[in-house]
């Protein structure tokens, strides 16, 4: 194995200027309904998007009130991504019985 000493091998150029990863945007609560209620942290609104968790696109909705409730697209392990009108994103899953 060589390792060229002009590089360091502990870290690797990203380019994260695009985005922003954020963990406290919103925050989601399911009942056993069925209904997420999403609660906005941040008044930013946005769009949260909805996936199986082999990667199947379910859904899109617009997220403008600080409280919304959506009804689930389905029942299992979701993955959401919200990006706000900022482009920060925050990303999670979810658990709908």
Known sequence: L??????????????TDRFVLQR??????????GII????ITSIPGEISFYT???KHLVNEKVETSDQTICAPTN???????VNSK???QTGKVLVK
Do not use: H
Request: hydrophobic share 35%.
């Open 53 to 55: 968790i082999d990667g």
């Open 37 to 40: 209620n999403i609660r906005l």
């Open 2 to 15: 060589y390792q060229n000493p002009e590089y360091d091998t502990c870290s690797f150029p990203s380019n």
């Open 87 to 89: 482009q920060q994103i």
């Open 76 to 82: 299992g392990l979701l993955i959401y991504r919200f």
């Open 24 to 33: 406290d945007l919103l925050t989601l609560f399911v009942s056993d309904d």
